[in-house]
Every structure is written in structure tokens, then in C-alpha cells.
């Protein structure tokens, strides 16, 4: 069995010699991403190689407005957020620090922080189409199985970000998707994302960020039915 630093170094290794391939025009295969297309139920826990996450290191009080928290996102390099997301069978998560959940009760996952700046969930989607894309449409059922109880205006639910390279400095955001209004809405959310040339076989990376809520304990959001 590997341990699990080795397994993470190697993780970390291959996000990294990815991201380099695919701007050398090279395409990557083998690493075990959601395929394009194929609609995520959530009815088992996701690997870490689809879907990962990571808290980043603060308090409530680190981030206080929409602008803060995309400068935030702005320093984050894909090789790092390499956490599995935690297994809850409760619909309603605790807080966490460490990182977003798997409920294996409700088949969704989840996002709910506390102890740190905000929560990272990150997707890894993987072009198999077989051609070179310019757009993607992005859909998922968005809702709240814990109401909200501190949340800044314009910091409520998620914000959604996505990169090519998965590396700092690089990450787009996609207002459509991004529910900041106080309380956000439960519903389907959908997006077309303008990729330029995602090139096939290559990834791309969706980032959702969950402000930690001040003063009080953070709500919970949620996605499933992700395609």
C-alpha cells in the first residue's frame, strides 16, 4: 500500500507534468477524471482524482467581500487541493476545516467551513470528445440542506471559477453559477463556459469557493446531477 504522502507527491507530480503536456500540445490520458458528458450522480463517493477539495487557512473574518475572495481563488494551483472529500451519512454536514463532504445518505456533495478562510471543491473534467472544444454548458442542482446563519452579502453559497491550466492567476469566474445573494436559491444552475481551445484529451478545472460565514455558523451548499 502507498502511503498516503507518497500518494499525494504523486498526485501532485501528475496535476503538475498535466498541466505542462497539454501546454506543450500534448494530450493527457489515464488519469482518472469525470469524462466529458457523463451526467455525476453521486450515488458513490468520487475519487480524488474527479473531485477534490482543500480549506484554506484563515478565519471568518478573512474574507469579507466578493472581491476578496476572487483574489483568493486567484492563488491556487490545482496540485495542491488534492483532499478527498470527507464521508457524512447525514444530509446535514458538520462543519469542517479539512474539506467538502460526500453525503451517501443524500448522493450529493457539500460544502460547509469552518476554521478556515473559505472551502475549495474542485472538479477535473476530462475532454474525451475527441476534438478540440471552444465551449462547454455546465449544469447542477444547486441547494441549501442547512439553512443559512452567517453569511456577508455577496458572499452567500458558492462562488465558481474555472482554469485549463488549473494554475494560479489563471481562473475565469462564471457569475451564472455563482450564488451570492442572500439566502441563495435552490434550483438547476447552467453556464457555457468559453474555453478557446480546450484541446482533447486534455482537462479542465471547476472550482467552487464557500466564503466561512460570519459571525455565525456557516449553512450548507450543495450540488448534484453535475454534467
Not at 481563488?73 to 479539512?98: E, F, G, K
Not at 444547486?142 to 485549463?164: K, Q, R, T
Not at 494554475?167 to 435552490?186: A, G, I, K
Request: charged share 10%.
Amino acid at each position: 500500500e502507498i502511503p498516503p504522502q507518497t500518494a499525494m507527491k504523486h498526485r501532485r507530480f501528475f496535476c503538475r507534468a498535466s498541466v505542462l503536456l497539454c501546454a506543450l500540445g500534448f494530450t493527457v490520458s489515464g488519469f482518472a477524471a469525470i469524462p466529458l458528458g457523463v451526467l455525476q450522480t453521486f450515488t458513490t463517493q468520487p475519487t480524488n482524482t474527479s473531485w477534490s477539495t482543500l480549506g484554506v487557512p484563515g478565519t471568518g473574518t478573512s474574507i469579507t467581500s466578493a472581491v476578496e475572495i476572487e483574489e483568493s481563488i486567484q492563488t491556487n494551483d490545482v496540485a495542491l487541493i488534492t483532499n478527498s472529500l470527507l464521508v457524512r451519512s447525514s444530509p446535514v454536514p458538520n462543519t469542517s476545516a479539512v474539506g467538502a463532504t460526500w453525503s451517501s445518505s443524500g448522493g450529493f456533495l457539500q460544502t460547509r467551513p469552518a476554521g478556515v478562510a473559505c472551502m475549495l471543491l474542485l472538479a477535473m473534467v476530462e475532454n474525451t470528445s475527441g476534438a478540440n472544444l471552444s465551449f462547454l454548458d455546465v449544469r447542477y442542482r444547486f441547494s441549501m440542506p442547512a439553512l443559512l446563519f452567517g453569511e456577508e452579502p455577496g458572499l452567500a453559497g458558492h462562488h465558481v471559477f474555472y482554469s485549463l491550466s488549473g494554475l494560479p492567476y489563471t481562473w475565469m469566474p462564471v457569475p451564472n453559477l455563482t450564488t451570492e445573494s442572500v439566502p441563495p436559491t435552490d434550483g438547476s444552475l447552467c453556464a457555457t463556459l468559453a474555453l478557446g481551445s480546450w484541446p482533447a484529451g486534455s482537462l479542465l478545472y471547476i472550482l467552487w469557493a464557500d466564503d466561512n460565514g460570519f459571525p455565525s455558523i456557516d449553512g450548507s451548499f450543495a450540488i448534484d446531477d453535475f454534467i
